[in-house]
């Protein structure tokens, strides 16, 4: 089994910072990517950006340009640096990793708060 914990969340105001971590431990055999989901309340869950361990990079439309993905596959870690939080990036994040022999693995989520 896969433990993914994640930290960071907050409260702030429009046009700031927050960054997320998150870290996967346990019986991994292999993670192949981590990434970075949302869901607000009344919305479903959306991709915020996803990272592979030979690099590749995806983002949702609504945060390219703003948010930025970066991991660590020795350490199992994924960092999520969010930069000019708006009020529509309220919500609950979470944090995915996948492993090659758990498969999807999930975080119990972290709240962030964006006041206008």
């Known amino acids: 089994q896969v433990h993914v914990v994640e930290s960071g969340g907050g409260l702030v105001q429009a046009g700031g910072s927050l960054r997320l971590s998150c870290a996967a431990s346990g019986r991994i055999f292999g993670i192949n990517a981590m990434g970075w989901h949302r869901q607000a309340p009344g919305k479903q869950r959306e991709m915020v950006a996803v990272?592979?361990?030979?690099?590749?990079?995806h983002y949702g439309d609504s945060v390219k340009g703003r948010f930025t993905i970066s991991g660590d596959f020795a350490k199992n870690t994924v960092d999520l640096q969010m930069n000019n939080l708006q009020p529509e990036d309220t919500a609950v994040y979470y944090c995915?990793?996948?492993?090659?022999?758990?498969?999807?693995?999930w975080g119990q989520g972290t709240q962030v708060t964006v006041s206008s």
């Open positions: 990272i592979g361990n030979a690099g590749s990079i």
């Open positions: 995915q990793a996948l492993d090659e022999g758990s498969g999807s693995s």
